[in-house]
């Protein structure tokens, strides 16, 4: 079984920094592309940034500059380094992963974890 764990979010005043981490465990054979998505209370859910297996990235336009996604293909871990932070970054973090095992291909979703920026 599959599951990948974030970890990292909490309670920061604005202009912090906070540091998330994903790791992916179980029957891995192969970790694809990796992302992070958020979601603030009323809104949808949006991308964040996310990372192919090579390590080319993508973000969201309103988030370059202040946040940067990396990985550990040996720890099959995502990582998201947020600085600047502002209090409209607040919302809960899941983490997005392409996974193959040896049996099947699917996306699975972490169980998020919240990042709450005072003002």
């Known amino acids: 079984q599959v599951q990948l764990v974030e970890s990292g979010g909490g309670l920061v005043q604005a202009g912090g920094s906070l540091r998330l981490s994903c790791a992916a465990s179980?029957?891995?054979?192969?970790?694809?592309?990796m992302a992070w998505y958020r979601q603030a209370p009323g809104k949808q859910r949006e991308l964040v940034a996310s990372i192919a297996s090579g390590g080319t990235t993508n973000y969201a336009d309103s988030l370059k500059g202040r946040f940067t996604i990396s990985r550990d293909n040996t720890k099959n871990t995502v990582y998201l380094q947020m600085n600047s932070l502002k209090p409209e970054d607040t919302a809960v973090y899941y983490c997005h992963a392409g996974i193959t095992t040896m049996t099947s291909s699917n996306y699975y979703w972490g169980q998020g974890t919240q990042v709450t920026v005072s003002s």
């Open positions: 179980g029957s891995i054979f192969r970790v694809g592309a």
